[in-house]
């Protein structure tokens, strides 16, 4: 197991932090203009790279892809946007960046509706209430299940065989909140059964998963059965923990949530899992800015030891 840690471009100091705790593995979410896109090119990747290489960090994922609304949705242009991914792929593989991690939530992507419940010692995190989207418009379309299925099996089609070629493996997140619709706009990715369905569209050793802990514990799904479920498909983690289940839920502190951690971390030593995991949705502490709700730093170097304690306690 890699203990990673999500850095964003100029986060030097968080990226200073990470190297002092002893993480060497980076989730890198590439910079951003401001229509939301992304640089796929070889040369705006590699200098995306290069200040997380100095900092002494190896890039081991790239996590979100690059805006692919017209996809989901299947609308006009989405192959435009394929084209974009297929370009991203060629240039992962030629800098050495073996992970993609995306999800197919169509519309709005991961839902909170609460940014400062206050969490153990005054702490704040995240949370989510079903009611609340009540005061939220819908999508200006409502999107079906089938045609949601038929738009991920299209972009499966088009995006495996390139990421076959290139050697770069693709993780789909779990829809976050497990809850469909979502303002009138399916989610097809919300259940354990529903996971193993996407799975199903294709046996390439491209087509991968990233277990977020949390999604699937809202799903009502036990941890370490569920990893075992999808051993063969795992391919990134994100560890974190909440209370509650897909209607309504806090994040937690990573040693506070209703998963038994050192059960889940035991899990992923019997897989044999060797890949990726980060830390994801922390809580923000005393004297932080909470600027960026569960993506502050301090939140981040604890779960980073508690992580590390855990797959100690639980080596042979």
């Not at 009540?134 to 079906?144: A, N, Q, S």
């Not at 974190?240 to 502190?253: K, L, M, Q």
Request: proline fraction near 8%; hydrophobic fraction near 40%.
């Amino acid at each position: 197991m890699q203990i990673a840690e999500y850095v964003r471009p100029g986060q030097d100091h968080l990226m200073r932090l990470l190297r002092q705790c002893g993480v060497d593995t980076a989730v890198l979410r590439l910079p951003e203009a401001a229509d939301g896109s992304m640089p796929v090119e070889p040369d705006a990747v590699a200098a995306a790279l290069r200040p997380v290489q100095e900092a002494g960090l190896r890039v081991g994922v790239i996590e979100p892809v690059p805006p692919m609304e017209k996809v989901k949705q299947g609308l006009p242009g989405r192959d435009e946007e394929i084209a974009r991914v297929h370009t991203l792929l060629h240039t992962m593989a030629a800098l050495e960046v073996p992970l993609l991690c995306y999800n197919f939530m169509a519309a709005f992507g991961w839902g909170r509706t609460r940014w400062a419940v206050e969490g153990r010692g005054g702490s704040l995190v995240t949370g989510f209430d079903a009611a609340d989207l009540d005061h939220l418009p819908p999508h200006t379309e409502e999107i079906g299940e089938e045609r949601m299925w038929a738009n991920y099996a299209y972009f499966l089609d088009a995006v495996l065989p390139v990421a076959e070629a290139t050697g770069v493996h693709l993780a789909v997140h779990p829809d976050d909140p497990p809850l469909s619709p979502y303002r009138g706009v399916a989610r097809i990715l919300s259940t354990p059964d529903a996971i193993e369905r996407a799975m199903g569209l294709s046996d390439s050793p491209a087509h991968g998963l990233t277990f977020c802990q949390g999604t699937f514990a809202t799903m009502g799904a036990d941890i370490p059965t569920t990893v075992k479920r999808f051993a063969d498909r795992i391919r990134f983690v994100h560890f974190r923990d909440v209370v509650g289940n897909a209607t309504a839920f806090t994040e937690s502190w990573h040693d506070n949530g209703m998963t038994d951690m050192r059960a889940a971390m035991r899990a992923y030593r019997d897989i044999g899992f060797e890949g990726p995991m980060r830390s994801d949705h922390v809580p923000t502490l005393d004297g932080e800015t909470d600027e960026r709700p569960g993506y502050e730093t301090l939140g981040r170097l604890y779960a980073v030891g508690y992580m590390r304690g855990l797959w100690e306690a639980t080596g042979p």
